[in-house]
T-cell receptor, first 111, second 111 residues
Framework: DAGVTQSPTHLIKTRGQQVTLRCSPKSGHDTVSWYQQALGQGPQFIFQ???????QRGNFPDRFSGHQFPNYSSELNVNALLLGDSALYLC??????????FGPGTRLTVT | KNEVEQSPQNLTAQEGEFITINCSYS?????LHWLQQHPGGGIVSLFMLSSGKKKHGRLIATINIQEKHSSLHITASHPRDSAVYICAVDSSGGSNYKLTFGKGTLLTVNP
């Protein structure tokens, strides 16, 4: 079992650009949650996807959007990148929202 | 005031010492998680508990729901225990829709 995987590992983008981050859940899991972790802070919940729909959303602007595919993998899209979007983006998967397993994260740097 | 407060923020110990990290929360919860994050980002779930005490190897987690407090203990600490330990609570009614995280405790264990 590969566990939760994320790609890419690191990413550098310029202000105003758009970025797509990817997450493959642990085998048997159907729910994917995304978190943003700024340097020195705890993770902040962005949103959660279940059955290809956004089930719950944190306090993030509409520039942050997502998608879940029939195979339960998920994408996080961020439009019009700001310097403040630089962070570690974590994906966690679970079965129907129960105990979450985290991926290694994608480090996004916006210059 | 954050919903989840951890103490201490930083902790330095000598190998072999007994470690305690505390977590207090201000909301009603259905479960509390203790997570470990190593440099580079990856998060590992250590415990999920809603009452009482759990033990795994040298790690022990306790929770007091009435006092809204949890502790993570590490016995016979080792340099490989050096990491950030994060407390997170599920206040969504038991479905882990959304976790709220503390800022973490940076533990350094010196040989």
């Amino acid at each position: 079992d590969a566990g939760v995987t994320q790609s890419p590992t690191h990413l550098i983008k310029t202000r105003g650009q758009q970025v797509t981050l990817r997450c493959s859940p642990k085998s048997g899991h159907d729910t994917v949650s995304w978190y943003q972790q700024a340097l020195g802070q705890g993770p902040q919940f962005i949103f959660q996807y279940y059955e290809e729909e956004e089930r719950q959303r944190g306090n993030f602007p509409d520039r942050f959007s997502g998608h879940q595919f029939p195979n339960y993998s998920s994408e996080l899209n961020v439009n019009a990148l700001l310097l403040g979007d630089s962070a570690l983006y974590l994906c966690a998967s679970s079965w129907q929202g129960y105990e979450q397993y985290f991926g290694p994260g994608t480090r996004l740097t916006v210059t | 005031k954050n919903e989840v407060e951890q103490s201490p923020q930083n902790l330095t110990a000598q190998e072999g010492e007994f470690i305690t990290i505390n977590c207090s929360y201000s909301v009603g919860i259905s479960a509390l998680h203790w997570l470990q994050q190593h440099p580079g980002g990856g998060i590992v779930s250590l415990f999920m508990l809603s009452s009482g005490k759990k033990k795994h190897g040298r790690l022990i987690a306790t929770i007091n729901i009435q006092e809204k407090h949890s502790s993570l203990h590490i016995t016979a600490s080792h340099p490989r225990d050096s990491a950030v330990y994060i407390c997170a609570v599920d206040s969504s009614g038991g479905s882990n829709y959304k976790l709220t995280f503390g800022k973490g405790t940076l533990l350094t264990v010196n040989p």
